[in-house]
């Protein structure tokens, strides 16, 4: 893989007209961010455009060089004609290629650079940022390790251990050693930076507590467990406790926790609860830029809501005019999101089969089912499942659906990426993603098919 970098970084020392194609997604997005910072560093004409995967088709290949970043291994790529431009993947999903194949078509050098082929597993030990940042590595730009961690989070690769591993462990050393990143063990609770205390308490979700979607709960808790809430007038974040407050809470979830599950998932609790989070070190106490996983819910809401451009400018520095549409952009997307849970519970549209349960989405756009779906598990059944769909705009006849579950049933050794693919297949679909964040579009009229084949598939695992 070293080797296949150090080509790379030849090719594109080499060229002068630069295009890249990066996956509108959070890892996507800050790959590209990496790279174009890289470009402009080294003195590169260059052009970035941020892609979703379903315009692959329409791409034009008519630069010097085109490089293709978080995207292009899972593609054939057959249809460019013959181009002469010089190729360069940079991409850690499963590739369609064999190792040192070329794509048909191209006559120009092609290097194709994915973990895969080196026996490292694309989907927890590098992200497709984590190979942007690797080449920006090669011409010792160490200083945007940090991006690589980010790309990592934004990407879940961390889902199941709570922490980074394999290279992207490499690459979190290199954050660490340049003092931009630091790795610490914290409770796993979302919004380390910017929410008070109880509020981030009170959205623990993989197993319905007392404590769930109830804030005074979450301040009894703390009343009990001795936690003062603020510090003067201000709210505490995760970020303002001291180890031993810390402590206390994870005590006492994990005895909320053991009271409610299943023996056999008993030996899981700790980890639902506790696991590594990044602070940058470059960025303010109490942003959402300073944790990797807050940085990330903004970088997707950009993505979701068709901004990449407004992350790209905040990933490359603007801390002024882009931050603050960023943070706009968040709190629309927030905004969005609580109106569609509200209708959703408001409407009791929740509709529960024996292994899962399902809600219409009906309106609701479809670069936030997943969202959503992840966020409403928490007022349904944490036991199964939960499917969302609804239709996409511009395409018709076709639904996106998505799944969010418990991570307790993936620890449990349940994978719903595999599961979406096969039953999406079935019904004329496609689908894949992780064990317990996944998804999937299917024909319209397939969807009862699929949601009761999807349920009987699960018959006897739930
Ligand atoms: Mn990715």
Not at 34 to 54: C, G, N, P, V
Not at 158 to 166: A, I, M, N, P, R
Not at 315 to 328: C, N, V, W
Request: proline share 3%; with cysteine; hydrophobic share 35%.
């Amino acid at each position: 893989m070293e080797k296949a970098f150090i080509k790379a970084n030849e090719m594109v020392k080499d060229a002068e007209d630069i295009k890249i194609y990066s996956h509108i997604d959070c890892d996507g997005i800050t790959g590209g961010s990496i790279l174009s910072i890289l470009l402009d560093r080294i003195d590169k004409e260059h052009e970035l455009e941020f892609i979703s995967l379903d315009k692959m088709e329409d791409i034009k290949i008519d630069n010097e060089l085109t490089i293709f970043s978080d995207l292009g291994s899972g593609q054939h790529l057959d249809g460019f004609g013959s181009s002469l431009s010089k190729i360069l993947i940079l991409d850690h999903h499963p590739p369609v290629r064999k190792f040192n194949t070329k794509i048909k078509v191209s006559n120009g050098e092609f290097i194709e650079i994915n973990p895969f082929y080196f026996g490292i597993d694309g989907s927890y030990e590098v992200s497709g940022g984590g190979l942007a940042y690797l080449l920006a590595r090669s011409f010792g730009f160490y200083d945007l390790s940090w991006m690589g961690v980010l790309s990592a989070i934004g990407d879940m690769q961390d889902g199941l251990s709570g922490k980074l591993t394999g290279l992207n462990r490499y690459i979190l050393e290199d954050g660490i050693e340049n003092n931009l990143v630091k790795s610490i063990n914290d409770l796993s609770i979302y919004g380390r930076q910017t929410r008070p205390i109880f509020v981030a308490l009170s959205y623990f979700g993989d197993v319905n507590l007392p404590i769930t979607n109830n804030k005074t709960e979450c301040i009894l808790m703390l009343k009990k467990l001795g936690i003062p809430r603020k510090n003067g007038r201000r709210q505490r974040s995760l970020c303002d406790l001291t180890v031993e407050e810390k402590g206390k809470i994870f005590s006492e979830l994990v005895r909320m926790l053991s009271k409610e599950v299943p023996p056999k998932y008993i030996k899981y609790v700790p980890k639902l609860v506790s696991g590594d989070s990044y602070d940058f070190l470059g960025e303010k106490k109490y942003s959402p830029q300073r944790d990797a996983t807050e940085f990330s819910t903004a970088i997707n809401a950009c993505s979701r809501h068709n901004h990449p451009e407004i992350a790209l400018e905040v990933l490359k520095g603007d801390r002024r005019l882009a931050l603050e549409s960023m943070e706009h952009l968040t709190m629309d997307h927030r905004r969005y999101l609580a109106q569609k849970i509200e209708w959703i519970e408001n409407e009791d549209r929740i509709i529960p089969l024996p292994n899962i349960q399902y809600f219409d989405g009906n309106d609701i756009k479809s670069e936030v089912i997943g969202t959503i779906a992840g966020m409403i598990l928490s007022y349904g059944n944490w036991r199964k499942p939960i499917i969302g769909f609804t239709n996409i705009e511009d395409e018709k006849g076709i639904v996106k659906i998505s799944l969010r579950c418990s991570r307790l049933l993936a620890h449990d050794g349940i994978h719903f990426g595999k599961i979406i693919r096969r039953v999406a297949e079935k019904v004329g679909g496609s689908g894949g993603g992780h064990p317990v964040a996944c998804g999937a579009y299917i024909p319209e009229d397939s969807t009862n098919k699929f949601l009761e084949l999807f349920n009987e598939t699960l018959k006897g695992s739930i």
